[in-house]
């Protein structure tokens, strides 16, 4: 079965610093992995997904993620903070669609950053 | 424009009462997904669907009903079965084929009186 660990449920950081949310998978075939991003009370928007080709992911707003097979991580940067990065983030890896195409999410990581 | 909607955005339950959550799409996409969203605990699969007039059990279906009529509508049902119904509630939507992206909806707030 497949599943998502997300390292830290609570992360801190200055704003300008590196934000780093870690992300180690499961998987019994090539994972697709995503990386969404939820602001209080609404619903999830995608930043970024990997599905075969560049392991090197880059998404909206500055965030990039890097697929390592070997590591079975893929872990989620940015080079500096702002304040609008305050979110919650969630890693899933998607199951097929003849299983359903569901996504398995990971426990999600919160993202303060601090003036 | 596209897009998913959810409603309504606070839904409040009395004890006994069965509630609808309603989601519409207009992505033109053929699959739908509900998921619940409980604080730590990331997002749980209650039911999908792929086709209209079918639909399969998520990871936890139990207490929860839906249908699947029209392609562009999934709406969800919380049954008095549900004792812990108090939760955020998420609709998606994809195209077929693995990798593809879900679009979620803003999410629905279910508080139980």
């Known amino acids: 079965a497949q599943s998502v660990t997300q390292l830290g449920s609570h992360v801190s950081v200055s704003e300008g610093a590196l934000v780093l949310l870690r992300c180690n998978y499961s998987s019994s075939v090539p994972p697709y992995l995503f990386w969404y991003v939820q602001y209080p009370n609404q619903g999830l928007q995608l930043l970024l997904k990997y599905t075969t080709g560049a392991t090197l992911v880059k998404g909206i707003n500055g965030f990039e993620a890097e697929f390592k097979k070997s590591e079975t991580s893929f872990h989620l940067t940015k080079p500096s903070a702002h304040m609008s990065d305050a979110a919650e983030y969630f890693c899933a890896v998607s199951e097929g669609y003849n299983q359903g195409g569901k996504l398995i999410f990971g426990q999600g990581t919160e993202l303060s950053v601090k003036p | 424009d596209g897009g998913i909607t959810q409603s309504p955005k606070y839904l409040f339950r009395k004890e006994g009462q069965n509630v609808t959550l309603s989601c519409e799409q207009n992505?033109?996409?053929?699959?739908m997904y509900w998921y619940r969203q409980d604080p730590g605990q990331g997002l749980r699969l209650i039911y999908y669907s792929h086709i209209v007039n079918d639909f399969q059990k998520g990871d936890i279906a139990e207490g929860y009903s839906v249908s699947r009529e029209k392609k562009e509508s999934f709406p969800l049902t919380v049954t008095s079965a549900q004792k812990n119904p108090t939760a955020f509630y998420l609709c998606?939507?994809?195209?077929?084929?693995?990798?593809?992206?879900?679009?979620f909806g803003p999410g629905t707030r279910l508080l139980v009186l």
């Open positions: 992505l033109n996409h053929d699959a």
């Open positions: 998606a939507s994809t195209n077929r084929g693995r990798g593809e992206t879900q679009y």
